[in-house]
């Protein structure tokens, strides 16, 4: 079975950083794609950032330039280092994963529809 733990959320100040995690059991995080997701109250859940099992990545506009996803295989464990917060970032993130396949391998997909297992999520919070 496969699943899926999220942590690291919290409350931050703009222009802080946090660390989210997640916690791969069941199957080899190497044979997968995988991504991060958030959804706002009241907004649709959005991609991220994605990450294929060849290593490459994935990132929103809004996002780029602040936030990493990287992945510890070894550990079976996703991460997405976000600095920079703002405001806007304020949301529930939950991570995602879908066995990959060769379409995805340049580009993982950062639709929701392209994944179908997902974390509990883990609230962020940032304050102006």
């Known amino acids: 079975e496969v699943q899926l733990v999220d942590s690291g959320g919290g409350s931050v100040q703009a222009g802080g950083s946090l660390r989210l995690s997640c916690a791969i059991f069941?199957?080899?995080?190497?044979?997968?794609?995988m991504a991060w997701f958030r959804q706002a109250p009241g907004k649709e859940r959005e991609g991220v950032a994605a990450?294929?099992?060849?290593?490459?990545?994935s990132y929103a506009d809004s996002v780029k330039g602040r936030f990493t996803i990287s992945q510890d295989s070894a550990k079976g464990t996703l991460y997405l280092q976000m600095n920079g917060l703002e405001p806007e970032d304020t949301a529930m993130y939950y991570c995602?994963?879908?066995?990959?396949?060769?379409?995805?391998?340049?580009?993982?997909?950062?639709?929701?529809?392209?994944?179908?297992?997902w974390g509990q999520g883990t609230q962020v919070t940032v304050s102006s």
């Open positions: 995602a994963a879908a066995g990959d396949n060769w379409r995805y391998r340049l580009l993982p997909p950062l639709s929701a529809p392209e994944y179908n297992y």
């Open positions: 069941g199957y080899s995080i190497s044979t997968y794609r």
């Open positions: 990450i294929s099992s060849a290593g490459s990545t």
